[in-house]
C-alpha cells in the first residue's frame, strides 16, 4: 500500500483495476495470485479511522462532508441526500455492515455458475464475515415481525429466505469493522501493487482502423497533482477493469469517449465509442423509515435483523439514536430506533449525467424514486407491516403506548429531511414515503448488463476493458447488496484467471 505520490510516470501491469471498493479489492487479490495487478484507488486507508473501524461511530464518516472524507456527499437531482465511498474498501468501509446473499432466483437471472457463486460467496464470509450478537431492542424488533406476519422464522443465516432472519455483519464482536480493504491481505504481495490517493482522470485506447478501439492504459493523478500513466504489457488476456462504482464507472467510461454522443460532444470529449446507454438504468432504493421512542433505555445496533416479506419489503432497524423533535419536546426521544423499509427493485429508473470533466466532481444523477406507481405501492405496504409490528406485544416494551400511528408517522415527519416536505403532519402513507424519502446508499446502474456489458462484463464495442461492480445491476440484490457485489469481485476474479491460464495452456 503506497500513496500515488510514489509512483513512477510511467509503469506497466497484466490488469489494472480502478476503484479500490466492494468489488474491486477482492478482485485485485485473486487476480493478482497469477498476474500483475494495479489497483488505484482515490481515497486513502480505512485502517487508522475510528469513524470507520469502531462501530459506536457509524454514521460520523458519512456526516463528514470535508474534501478528504471518506464519504463523499452527492445530492441528487430528487434531492436526496446520498453518499459514495473515498477510501480503501469503498463502501464497505462506510456502510452499516449487513451481510445477506442476493436469491438463488437472483443468482439464475443472472447467469451467474451457481456453483462457483456459493465458493465466492463462502470466500469472502470465512474472511470477513460475523454472526452478529443481538441485543434486546433488535430481539424485540424481530419478534414483533414474526407477531406481525412475516414468517418463519429462518433463525441466523445468510441465505435469502421469505421471513425473519438475523444475517451476518461485518462487524466481529468486538465492534471492529472488516471491509473488503481487509481481504487484500489474500493478495500476492509480490504481484500487487496498490496505490492510494490516485485519481483516474482517463482510460486510453488505441484506434486502428475500421478495428474495435483497445483499452491500453490510464491517466491519472496522485495528491499533489502529478501525471501518471500505467500501460497494459503485452499480451491478449491483459486488461483494465473500472470498478469505481455506480456514479464512477460511467462517470469515468463518459470521461474516456464512451457515452451518449451528444453529451460527451456537448463538454469537449473525443468520441471513442457513441453508447446511448451509458449512465441509463440508474436506480436507488427508497428507504422510508419510522421512529419510535422508547421508554427505557436501548443499546447500540445497526442492522442485525431482516424481514423479507412477499409483497417486496425487506424491514430493518437501528438503535440507541439520539433524536430530539422540536415539534415533541415534552417526550424523551433521547432513546430509541428507527424502523425502516427497503422495496425491492425499484422499478424506477433515472439517468446520470457528466457534470464537468473533472473526475473529482459529482455527475449528476437522478433516480426517479416514486415515478412507478408500484414502488409507491411497495412502499405503503412496508409501512403497514412495520407500523403492525410496533403495536406487537413483542414490542411493547420499546414503545410509548400513548403515542398512536399518526403521532409516530409526525414525529418522524418532523425530523430533518432531504428536502422540503408538504407539511410536518402526515396525511396518508402515500404522502409520507414522498416527503420523507431517503436512500439505503444501495443504488445501481449506469453500466448494465447486455446494454453496456456483456455478461463477462466486458464493455461492448471495446477491446480489453470490462465493468465489475454495481454498476452493472438492473436491480438491486437481496436485501443488502455488499455481500453480492463482494461475491462478484471474487466470482470474476475467479472466471478471468481460469481463462488466462485456460489460454495458456
Same mark, same amino acid.
Given at each position: 500500500?503506497?500513496?500515488?505520490?510514489?509512483?513512477?510516470?510511467?509503469?506497466?501491469?497484466?490488469?489494472?483495476?480502478?476503484?479500490?471498493?466492494?468489488?474491486?479489492?477482492?478482485?485485485?487479490?485473486?487476480?493478482?495470485?497469477?498476474?500483475?495487478?494495479?489497483?488505484?484507488?482515490?481515497?486513502? +486507508?480505512?485502517?487508522?479511522?475510528?469513524?470507520?473501524?469502531?462501530?459506536?461511530?457509524?454514521?460520523?464518516?458519512?456526516?463528514?462532508?470535508?474534501?478528504?472524507?471518506?464519504?463523499?456527499?452527492?445530492?441528487?437531482?430528487?434531492?436526496?441526500?446520498?453518499?459514495?465511498?473515498?477510501?480503501?474498501?469503498?463502501?464497505?468501509?462506510?456502510?452499516?455492515?449487513?451481510?445477506?446473499?442476493?436469491?438463488?432466483?437472483? @443468482?439464475?437471472?443472472?447467469?451467474?455458475?451457481?456453483?462457483?457463486?456459493?465458493?465466492?460467496?463462502?470466500?469472502?464470509?470465512?474472511?470477513?464475515? *460475523?454472526?452478529? @450478537?443481538?441485543?434486546?431492542?433488535?430481539?424485540?424488533?424481530?419478534?414483533?415481525?414474526?407477531?406481525?406476519?412475516?414468517?418463519?422464522?429462518?433463525?441466523?443465516?445468510?441465505?435469502?429466505?421469505?421471513?425473519?432472519? $438475523?444475517?451476518?455483519?461485518?462487524?466481529?464482536?468486538?465492534?471492529?469493522?472488516?471491509?473488503?480493504?481487509?481481504?487484500?491481505?489474500?493478495?500476492?504481495?509480490?504481484?500487487?501493487?496498490?496505490?492510494?490517493?490516485?485519481? /483516474?482522470?482517463?482510460?486510453?485506447?488505441?484506434?486502428?482502423?475500421?478495428?474495435?478501439?483497445?483499452?491500453?492504459? /490510464? @491517466?491519472?493523478?496522485?495528491?499533489?497533482?502529478?501525471?501518471?500513466?500505467?500501460?497494459?504489457?503485452? %499480451?491478449?488476456?491483459?486488461?483494465?477493469? =473500472?470498478?469505481?462504482?455506480?456514479? %464512477?464507472?460511467?462517470?469515468?467510461?463518459?470521461?474516456?469517449?464512451?457515452?451518449?454522443?451528444?453529451?460527451?460532444? +456537448?463538454? #469537449?470529449?473525443?468520441?471513442?465509442?457513441?453508447?446511448?446507454?451509458?449512465?441509463?438504468?440508474?436506480?436507488?432504493?427508497?428507504?422510508?423509515?419510522?421512529?419510535?421512542?422508547?421508554?427505557?433505555?436501548?443499546?447500540?445496533?445497526?442492522?442485525? /435483523?431482516?424481514?423479507?416479506?412477499?409483497?417486496?419489503?425487506?424491514?430493518?432497524?437501528?438503535?440507541?439514536s439520539n433524536i430530539v423533535s422540536?415539534?415533541?419536546?415534552?417526550i424523551s426521544l433521547k432513546s %430509541?430506533?428507527?424502523?425502516?423499509?427497503?422495496?425491492?427493485?425499484?422499478?424506477?429508473?433515472?439517468?446520470?449525467?457528466?457534470?464537468?470533466?473533472?473526475?473529482?466532481?459529482?455527475?449528476?444523477?437522478?433516480?426517479?424514486?416514486?415515478?412507478?406507481?408500484?414502488?409507491?405501492?411497495?412502499? /405503503?405496504e412496508g409501512l403497514t407491516t412495520?407500523?403492525?409490528?410496533?403495536?406487537?406485544?413483542?414490542?411493547?416494551?420499546?414503545?410509548?403506548?400513548?403515542?398512536?400511528?399518526?403521532?409516530?408517522?409526525?414525529?418522524?415527519?418532523?425530523?430533518?429531511?432531504?428536502?422540503?416536505?408538504? +407539511?410536518?403532519?402526515?396525511?396518508?402513507?402515500?404522502? *409520507?414515503?414522498?416527503?420523507?424519502?431517503?436512500?439505503?446508499?444501495?443504488?445501481?446502474?449506469?453500466?448494465? $448488463?447486455?446494454?453496456?456489458?456483456?455478461?463477462?462484463?466486458? @464493455?461492448?464495442?471495446?477491446?480489453?476493458?470490462?465493468?465489475?461492480? #454495481?454498476?452493472?445491476?438492473?436491480?438491486?440484490?437481496?436485501?443488502?447488496?455488499?455481500?453480492? =457485489?463482494?461475491?462478484?469481485?471474487?466470482?470474476?476474479?475467479?472466471?478471468?484467471?481460469?481463462?488466462?491460464?485456460?489460454?495458456?495452456?
Open positions: 500500500m503506497h500513496e500515488a505520490t510514489m509512483a513512477p510516470r510511467v509503469s506497466y501491469f497484466d490488469y489494472i483495476i480502478i476503484g479500490g471498493g466492494t468489488a474491486g479489492c477482492p478482485l485485485a487479490a485473486t487476480l493478482s495470485r497469477n498476474s500483475s495487478v494495479l489497483l488505484l484507488e482515490r481515497g486513502g +486507508s480505512p485502517f487508522n479511522n475510528a469513524n470507520i473501524t469502531n462501530i459506536t461511530a457509524f454514521g460520523a464518516a458519512l456526516m463528514d462532508t470535508s474534501s478528504t472524507s471518506p464519504s463523499q456527499l452527492f445530492i441528487s437531482k430528487d434531492g436526496v441526500r446520498n453518499a459514495r465511498g473515498r477510501v480503501l474498501g469503498g463502501g464497505s468501509s462506510i456502510n452499516a455492515g449487513f451481510y445477506s446473499r442476493a436469491s438463488t432466483a437472483y @443468482v439464475k437471472e443472472s447467469g451467474w455458475d451457481e456453483k462457483l457463486v456459493n465458493e465466492s460467496y463462502r470466500w469472502v464470509e470465512k474472511a470477513i464475515v *460475523f454472526k452478529p @450478537v443481538v441485543g434486546p431492542w433488535q430481539s424485540a424488533m424481530k419478534a414483533g415481525l414474526l407477531e406481525a406476519g412475516v414468517c418463519p422464522d429462518n433463525g441466523f443465516v445468510y441465505d435469502h429466505l421469505y421471513g425473519t432472519k $438475523v444475517g451476518g455483519t461485518i462487524f466481529d464482536k468486538n465492534g471492529r469493522r472488516h471491509s473488503t480493504a481487509n481481504l487484500l491481505r489474500y493478495a500476492s504481495y509480490q504481484r500487487l501493487m496498490l496505490y492510494l490517493h490516485a485519481s /483516474v482522470h482517463k482510460i486510453l485506447f488505441q484506434i486502428n482502423g475500421k478495428a474495435k478501439p483497445m483499452a491500453h492504459g /490510464v @491517466v491519472f493523478r496522485d495528491s499533489l497533482g502529478m501525471k501518471h500513466i500505467a500501460y497494459l504489457k503485452e %499480451g491478449s488476456k491483459n486488461e483494465i477493469i =473500472v470498478s469505481a462504482g455506480s456514479l %464512477g464507472s460511467p462517470q469515468l467510461l463518459m470521461l474516456s469517449g464512451l457515452g451518449p454522443k451528444d453529451q460527451l460532444q +456537448s463538454h #469537449g470529449i473525443d468520441v471513442v465509442l457513441a453508447q446511448p446507454c451509458i449512465g441509463k438504468g440508474m436506480a436507488d432504493n427508497p428507504k422510508a423509515a419510522i421512529f419510535v421512542p422508547s421508554p427505557v433505555p436501548v443499546e447500540f445496533s445497526i442492522v442485525e /435483523v431482516v424481514g423479507i416479506t412477499h409483497s417486496g419489503n425487506f424491514i430493518e432497524g437501528r438503535s440507541g422540536g415539534q415533541y419536546k415534552n %430509541g430506533g428507527f424502523i425502516f423499509e427497503k422495496i425491492i427493485g425499484p422499478l424506477s429508473k433515472g439517468h446520470l449525467e457528466l457534470k464537468s470533466r473533472n473526475p473529482n466532481d459529482n455527475p449528476l444523477v437522478t433516480f426517479n424514486y416514486f415515478k412507478e406507481p408500484v414502488d409507491l405501492q411497495r412502499c /405503503v412495520i407500523l403492525k409490528a410496533i403495536k406487537t406485544k413483542s414490542f411493547s416494551n420499546f414503545r410509548f403506548h400513548f403515542l398512536d400511528t399518526k403521532d409516530l408517522l409526525d414525529i418522524t415527519a418532523s425530523l430533518p429531511q432531504n428536502h422540503p416536505v408538504n +407539511s410536518n403532519t402526515t396525511s396518508s402513507l402515500e404522502q *409520507f414515503c414522498k416527503d420523507t424519502v431517503s436512500t439505503m446508499w444501495h443504488y445501481h446502474g449506469g453500466c448494465l $448488463v447486455d446494454e453496456v456489458v456483456d455478461r463477462d462484463y466486458r @464493455v461492448v464495442g471495446v477491446d480489453h476493458l470490462r465493468v465489475i461492480d #454495481g454498476s452493472t445491476f438492473h436491480t438491486s440484490p437481496g436485501t443488502n447488496p455488499q455481500a453480492t =457485489v463482494m461475491m462478484l469481485g471474487r466470482y470474476m476474479g475467479v472466471k478471468i484467471l481460469r481463462e488466462r491460464l485456460l489460454c495458456e495452456g
